[in-house]
């Protein structure tokens, strides 16, 4: 358990802080700050409807989900040296596993962070990504997070800015939002912390357990996904 150290601060404590300061930085009264900037290129989107924005975006993300011929899973940190990332890793890849069997799912293990970038490109399956890190080995307490994305990737994709802005002079060269790029579009995701004392051993099993719900509750969006008509 950590003890705290803080201390009552007496009274005046603020004043001499202040008068400290002044001999450092002297203040000035009579100059104003300056004034905010104006972003006229920025909308102003009222709270209401940037509500309904999100909604709308999270039942087009459900949508998006539709369709795909499989995944691609990759964790990064089963080449750590730290067992207990290994542990974490591992241990998500055979509940993945089980997973995409009792969901009638084609899934690939990634060897590499190369076949995890090309195998999209040949395959055109989702990836599946547990990034996992760790508190120093040795840390008292220790705290373990991994954060579960699934990718889309898409070769040709374009800004929507480029929908809405004013026709560009062909003579000048082209705005990077109107040049197609390769990029990884999250269609879903979910985090896992813990933290506790007893070193990051403790914690594997535990956070493992915990990514195996988020891969759960994927897996029910997923079926959702593909029911819709």
Not at 19 to 40: C, I, S, V, Y
Not at 120 to 134: A, F, S
Not at 139 to 166: C, K, Q, W
Request: hydrophobic residues 40%.
């Amino acid at each position: 358990m950590l003890k705290s150290t803080l201390r009552s601060i007496p009274s005046w404590t603020p004043a001499l802080l202040a008068l400290a300061l002044t001999g450092f930085a002297p203040l000035n009264w009579a100059e104003p700050p300056p004034p905010a900037q104006d972003h006229k290129d920025v909308p102003v989107v009222s709270d209401v409807a940037e509500q309904k924005i999100i909604e709308h975006m999270m039942e087009a993300n459900l949508g998006r989900l539709k369709g795909w011929p499989g995944m691609i899973f990759y964790c990064p940190a089963e080449e750590s040296k730290v067992p207990a990332l290994k542990q974490v890793c591992q241990e998500s890849y055979k509940n993945l596993e089980t997973l995409s069997v009792q969901h009638n799912v084609k899934f690939h293990k990634a060897r590499n962070a190369n076949d995890v970038a090309l195998l999209p490109h040949l395959t055109g399956r989702l990836k599946v990504i547990v990034d996992v890190i760790g508190t120093e080995p040795g840390t008292d307490p220790s705290a373990i997070s991994a954060r579960v994305s699934v990718l889309a990737h898409y070769a040709h994709a374009v800004n929507r800015a480029t929908e809405i802005a004013a026709p560009q002079d062909p003579s000048q060269p082209k705005h990077p939002t109107s040049i197609p790029q390769h990029v990884d579009a999250v269609l879903w995701e979910g985090m896992v912390i813990k933290a506790a004392t007893g070193g990051l051993d403790a914690l594997a099993q535990p956070v493992a357990s915990e990514i195996n719900e988020k891969l759960k509750g994927f897996f029910a969006d997923y079926d959702k996904a593909n029911k819709l008509p």
